[in-house]
């Protein structure tokens, strides 16, 4: 009758191996490793942690392989773009990433109306279209009504039949000329505000522009509350 083999006893090699994946964490690394205001590891690890190490021999394979589907794919969805469907410039959620402007998942029926875009026809077309997001500015709205403009300008449609092509099909000069994009479309960019040195004020130092801000997102956190109690306060009077 065989038994099972004691995890507390590796072999020489098992012990070489595990030892050069899990080695002790110097300064240094942890400088390295640590980004931001984050937790420094310090696990303390139980139950024969040593069976669930994860390795990562195979990254220069997977790498190629990554590439290789890649261009499967760009092969299989020509002459569409290679990058997939168009998206919207969407700002990140929260205060901490609000400012920064990044691709979202599609556009809303808002803006696909004001470009004057059929919802079914925008994926017909290569337009990614989202149901449930809405606008809640003037600007949003605006720039991705600007990026489905300059889309369209650029966009090449071939006819589901070439020898009876319909309205709003391209020529046949440009179709036969057309060449699959590859990279991102229309790839979002931020402008670089460049800050300007000046002489700090006594007028700056007694205002803070951290408590303003955060009194107007009180305001408007509880700008229904306020109204409602002074309406009370004028019924009782």
């Not at 760009?74 to 990058?83: C, H, K, N, S, T």
Request: with cysteine.
């Amino acid at each position: 009758m065989s038994t099972a083999p004691n995890p507390g006893i590796w072999l020489r090699s098992d012990w070489l191996l595990r030892r050069s994946i899990v080695s002790p964490i110097t300064s240094r690394e942890v400088e390295k490793m640590v980004k931001h205001n984050n937790v420094i590891p310090n696990g303390h690890f139980h139950k024969y942690w040593e069976s669930r190490i994860k390795t990562w021999f195979d990254q220069a394979s997977k790498k190629k392989t990554r590439r290789l589907r890649r261009k499967a794919k760009a092969a299989a969805i020509a002459p569409r773009p290679a990058a997939g469907l168009l998206r919207p410039a969407v700002h990140c959620p929260t205060i901490k990433y609000g400012s920064k402007v990044r691709a979202g998942k599609g556009f809303t029926l808002e803006e696909l109306k004001e470009a004057g875009i059929n919802r079914k026809q925008a994926l017909s077309i290569g337009i990614a279209v989202d149901f449930r997001r809405t606008n809640k500015s003037v600007e949003s709205l605006q720039a991705n009504v600007h990026r489905l403009k300059a889309y369209q300008a650029k966009l090449v449609v071939f006819p589901r039949k070439s020898n009876k092509p319909k309205n709003g099909d391209s020529a046949a000069e440009e179709t036969q000329n057309a060449v699959q994009h590859t990279g991102p479309i229309l790839p979002i960019t931020r402008s670089s505000i460049k800050s300007t040195t000046a002489v700090i004020t006594p007028e700056m130092k007694e205002k803070s522009v951290f408590t303003q801000l955060r009194v107007a997102r009180a305001d408007k956190r509880i700008f229904g509350k306020q109204a409602k109690r002074l309406a009370d306060k004028k019924e009782k009077k």
